[in-house]
């Protein structure tokens, strides 16, 4: 009985969310899935800034209040301060690309609310245009406007990795930009970690989150690689559409030949 308890708490504490690894249990808040991290990355990558307000360099945040139900879902309740509609309805629209994890009490899902505060900055969006190489996503604005995330069964075609030259594969770019975290080689540290991501219809990835987690900075290093691909977004009905797919990034020490699986298969 007790190795059942046991199993059932780790299987709770994967579902809580990446930014609530290794807190004591207690009563954890709603969080971004897959940190605060993972949400400036979606801004980064996902943000139009509305043409008249940047045309005259007009700055705003935005804020709502949003409820994340114990199943995952949410829905925005409130606002806690507008701006234009311009400025309202693209935090919005920021806001239902995100995933969240519900609060947790001893393990268990809560329902509870969190706050989302979207700032907009003229010049650090031109900034942020520089770093992503465009000024708006590919496949903007999207045809499918409930922002509906699609599982691979239900779309015509998968996402398809754009693999850069000199690379036979996915697997192949990953492992050979793949460096070893230094604390994960001290220790002797091999096994996998499994990633959980959106590749949005702009060909980025949103919302990376490790289904299976492994430590001692190989989530992260993964993390960084499969961030370096850009993606031909999945099809539905013959328009391109959000889908989530996962991939499986294997550490094996510098003696041990790495191992990989397609993503589309998972």
């Known amino acids: 009985m007790k190795a059942v308890v ?8 994967t579902l809580l969310g990446f930014s609530q690894f290794g807190k004591s249990i207690g009563l954890i808040e709603a969080d971004y899935r ?20 940047l045309a005259n360099q007009v700055s705003a945040k935005v804020g709502y209040e949003i409820l994340v139900h114990p199943d995952f879902s949410f829905e925005i309740v409130r606002p806690l301060f507008t701006a234009s509609a311009a400025f309202n309805k693209e935090a919005i629209r ?13 393990g268990f899902p809560l ?26 996503p590919k496949n903007f604005p999207l045809a499918d406007s409930t922002l509906l995330v699609y599982e691979l069964t239900n ?6 990795p754009i693999i850069p030259k000199g ?11 793949l460096v070893y975290p230094p604390h994960a080689l001290k220790m002797n540290m091999t096994g996998k970690t499994i990633l959980d991501f959106i590749v949005e219809a702009s060909g980025e990835i949103s919302n990376v989150y490790p289904t ?33 797919i996962s991939h ?6 510098p003696n041990q030949s790495p191992k990989g699986r397609d993503p589309i298969a998972e």
């Open 6 to 13: 046991f199993s059932f708490f780790l299987v709770l504490q």
């Open 34 to 53: 897959g940190g605060k991290g993972e949400f400036k990355k979606l801004l980064l990558h996902e943000m139009v800034y509305p043409k008249e307000e």
């Open 94 to 106: 920021l806001i239902k690309m995100t995933k969240f994890s519900p609060a947790a009490q001893d």
């Open 111 to 136: 329902e509870s609310s969190k706050q989302v505060i979207i700032k907009f900055n003229p010049k650090k969006y031109a900034k942020m245009v520089e770093e992503r190489g465009y000024e708006i």
């Open 155 to 160: 779309v015509e075609r998968a996402p398809q």
């Open 167 to 177: 690379y036979n594969s996915l697997n192949d770019f990953i492992y050979s930009n």
């Open 212 to 244: 299976h987690y492994l430590g001692g900075g190989c989530y992260e290093e993964a993390r960084r690689v499969l961030g370096k691909i850009k993606w031909e977004p999945a099809i539905k009905n013959g328009k391109p559409v959000r889908c989530k």
């Open 248 to 253: 499986t990034v294997y550490f094996n020490l």
